[in-house]
């Protein structure tokens, strides 16, 4: 794994990407149209952080495969180990075994450096995402669930997808370092919540109107980010493109595949429309729940 940086933002980079995530829901123009989700307004966005707002389908965050206890991370703080919590923000229409092996390439990547990973978290996004084609995330939840079973670290955290409106990464990492601390559980010095992602989504980060400028700072600085290598992408030249990216690449880490691997959500899809196997793609739990349930049969 080594350790990259960015520079301006680049917008044809728009074009670049692959056209679903140019339907993107918080992207400016998505905004204006009916089916998208409403910006958080600046004071929403700060009081959610907080976790103080009442408004909240309260969910508490799973921690039965998180691998320390209390007494672990005191001893962490004494020999100045850092303990990292992965969280991957993404639709999981469906999820693929890709979804899981980012965990896996991600933990290998940064024990290798010193560190410990204690959990993982996919978090489905919320519907109000409107992502083209996105099951409701009542199915995406579940089908997390049944993704996630074989893997000894990584939780479905249902909380994003429960929420009555659109909830954006940031708030949903700050929940998860929040839920992690509270009561002094894990010690905040120690802990290190980190956003899980392809190059595709570092890519998105400098699309103007995607993400909220200031918080693409927040989450590199007070997280950090671990990118998979998707395609071929350069994620050097993402980083050098953006200087947000690239003030905080010492807080970005690259992770090159092991074993190139080109599985999407979206090839699942096309393959059960056109009524195609998708054994090997993914769990057969996750397989056994889409024919019971008759999904992807038909565009949502
Ligand atoms: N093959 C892959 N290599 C690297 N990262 C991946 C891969 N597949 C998915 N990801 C990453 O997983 C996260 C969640 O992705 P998402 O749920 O959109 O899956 P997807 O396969 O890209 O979906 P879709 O095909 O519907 O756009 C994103 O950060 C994305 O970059
Ligand atoms: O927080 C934001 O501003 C923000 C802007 C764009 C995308 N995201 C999240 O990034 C994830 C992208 O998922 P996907 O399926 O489009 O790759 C999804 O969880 C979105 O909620 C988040």
Redesign the pocket.
Known sequence: MTLIVNDSIVEDIKNTLPK??RK????VSALSTPTAPPPPSPRSDRIQHLGMDSNFVEVPLPMDKLSLSSHESDIGCERNQMFIVLLS?????PPTYMHLRMFELAKDALEAQGYVVIGGYM????DA?K?MDLLPAIHRVQLCELACRSSSFVMVDPW?AKQSS???????LSRIQGSLCHGGSIKKESLKVLLL??S??LE?FVIPG???VD??ST?CRDFGIVCIRREGKDIENIIASNEILQQHKSNIFSVDEIVPNQIS?TKVRECIRRGLSVKYLTPDEVIDYIKVHKLFISDC
Request: aromatic share 10%; with cysteine.
């Open positions: 679903s995530r993107l829901a918080p992207t923000a993404g639709s999981f229409n978090s489905p996004a919320n995402y992502k994003e659109y909830q954006r990464t940031l708030t949903v992602c392809g595709d989504l998105s995607v993400w909220l918080q693409v989450i959500s």
